[in-house]
């Protein structure tokens, strides 16, 4: 006993210590020596005592310790609840946020839509205004052309006609002298020349054939026409006509062709001409390339914007935008290539 009393004091092994004074203590009364058993006892009860005041001030720091921690749970809780109170803040003051953008973008595109509605609204009225002055400029033009057209026939053309009569008559009835007699035959043939020429130019203005027959042997008679009374050889080729157009976008396209005809035979020094017209469906296409020394096609666009130089491609532009169809002109010093598309109801 004594032995382990030394080594648990050396160890500070209170529990053992306790036990080893309590049989200590018995012993001692068990011998009779109330003295050493009493100062055992009260060795004991020291060692008990300290080992009870470690325990209460464990629990006591336990105590402590647990009531720190509640106490930082309650406050992490309130600054929970304070932090969810304003993230909820924040949130609804975000979705207040978000709302009120949403809604100005609503307006904004509103007012966009309405305005971009409303300028749309305007070029299409300028368009169709537009088109309204070219359609009402075209149609009188043709109208004129018909006019003269009759004129020249029914009327310069009965007059020269009543004159070469007239002059036939005579000369069997007149003694001319053999160079009088000759101008009098040269007259007779400028006349029918005259008569020829009055006759070709009001058919121009207005073939009676397009009215008849339709564009597709209109055109195939004038480039036929054209390859006679010039050095410039035209091939003609139709696809799909077998049907006939509108009336008044037959002689659009006539007047088209025969415009870009007359530019190549005065400007381009060609030799040859190819015409391609085809019908797809709804859609018309009319191509006329030639082999002359071609042009600068921004020059002529701006000419014909702003002199009477580039009266022919202003003419040609004007007869597409009536047909609200495209233009795609090229031009190099190995010839011009005019290609138009549009489309029939």
Same mark, same amino acid.
């Given at each position: 006993?004594?032995?382990?009393?030394?080594?648990?004091?050396?160890?500070?092994?209170?529990?053992?210590?306790?036990?080893?004074?309590?049989?200590?203590?018995?012993?001692?009364?068990?011998?009779?020596?109330?003295?050493?058993?009493?100062?055992? $006892?009260?060795?004991?009860?020291?060692?008990?005592?300290?080992?009870?005041?470690?325990?209460?001030?464990?629990?006591?720091?336990?105590?402590?310790?647990?009531?720190?921690?509640?106490?930082?749970?309650?406050?992490?809780?309130?600054?929970?609840?304070?932090?969810?109170?304003?993230?909820?803040?924040?949130?609804?003051?975000?979705?207040?946020?978000?709302?009120?953008?949403?809604?100005?973008?609503?307006?904004?595109?509103?007012?966009?839509?309405? @305005?971009?509605?409303?300028?749309? @609204?305007?070029? +299409?009225? !300028?368009?169709?205004?537009?088109?309204?002055?070219?359609?009402?400029?075209?149609?009188?033009?043709?109208?004129?052309?018909?006019?003269?057209?009759?004129?020249? !026939?029914? $009327?310069? $053309?009965?007059?020269?006609?009543?004159?070469?009569?007239?002059?036939?008559?005579?000369?069997?009835?007149?003694?001319?002298?053999?160079?009088?007699?000759?101008?009098?035959?040269?007259?007779?043939?400028?006349?029918?020349?005259?008569?020829?020429?009055?006759?070709?130019?009001? !058919?121009?203005?207005?073939?009676?054939?397009?009215?008849?027959?339709?564009?597709?042997?209109?055109?195939?008679?004038? %480039?036929?026409?054209? %390859?006679?009374?010039?050095?410039?050889?035209?091939?003609?080729?139709?696809?799909?006509?077998?049907?006939?157009?509108?009336?008044?976008?037959?002689?659009?396209?006539?007047?088209?062709?025969?415009?870009?005809?007359?530019?190549?035979?005065?400007?381009?020094?060609?030799?040859?001409?190819?015409? +391609?017209?085809?019908?797809?469906?709804?859609?018309?296409?009319?191509?006329?390339?030639?082999?002359?020394?071609?042009?600068?096609?921004?020059?002529?666009?701006?000419?014909?914007?702003?002199?009477?130089?580039?009266?022919?491609?202003?003419?040609?532009?004007?007869?597409?935008?009536?047909?609200?169809?495209?233009?795609?002109?090229?031009?190099?010093?190995?010839?011009?290539?005019?290609?138009?598309?549009?489309?029939?109801?």
């Amino acid at each position: 006993m004594n032995k382990g009393i030394e080594m648990a004091i050396r160890d500070s092994l209170t529990s053992q210590l306790l036990n080893l004074y309590y049989l200590k203590t018995n012993l001692k009364y068990a011998e009779r020596n109330y003295y050493e058993a009493e100062k055992y $006892g009260l060795k004991y009860d020291s060692v008990n005592n300290m080992i009870n005041e470690g325990e209460m001030s464990k629990y006591s720091l336990d105590l402590e310790q647990r009531y720190k921690v509640e106490k930082k749970d309650k406050e992490i809780l309130l600054l929970e609840k304070n932090q969810t109170r304003q993230k909820t803040f924040i949130y609804s003051l975000a979705a207040i946020a978000i709302s009120l953008l949403l809604f100005i973008y609503l307006l904004y595109r509103n007012y966009t839509a309405r @305005k971009r509605i409303a300028e749309q @609204k305007i070029i +299409q009225l !300028h368009q169709e205004k537009k088109i309204d002055a070219t359609q009402n400029m075209i149609q009188g033009e043709e109208q004129e052309r018909t006019r003269l057209a009759r004129d020249l !026939h029914d $009327g310069l $053309g009965g007059i020269l006609t009543g004159v070469k009569y007239q002059l036939n008559s005579m000369k069997g009835n007149v003694i001319l002298s053999e160079e009088n007699a000759f101008t009098f035959t040269k007259s007779i043939s400028q006349i029918d020349e005259a008569i020829a020429e009055m006759r070709r130019v009001a !058919h121009n203005m207005m073939p009676e054939e397009l009215l008849k027959f339709g564009l597709d042997q209109t055109l195939k008679s004038y %480039c036929d026409s054209v %390859c006679l009374s010039s050095e410039l050889t035209v091939s003609y080729q139709s696809f799909g006509m077998d049907d006939r157009l509108e009336q008044t976008n037959e002689i659009v396209l006539y007047r088209i062709v025969q415009e870009l005809l007359t530019n190549t035979l005065k400007h381009a020094n060609a030799t040859k001409s190819n015409i +391609q017209l085809s019908k797809n469906g709804h859609l018309i296409s009319l191509t006329v390339e030639d082999n002359g020394k071609g042009f600068d096609v921004n020059a002529q666009q701006i000419a014909s914007k702003l002199t009477r130089y580039g009266i022919g491609l202003s003419n040609i532009n004007h007869r597409v935008e009536y047909l609200n169809g495209r233009i795609d002109i090229k031009s190099d010093n190995r010839g011009t290539s005019t290609h138009i598309e549009f489309e029939t109801t």
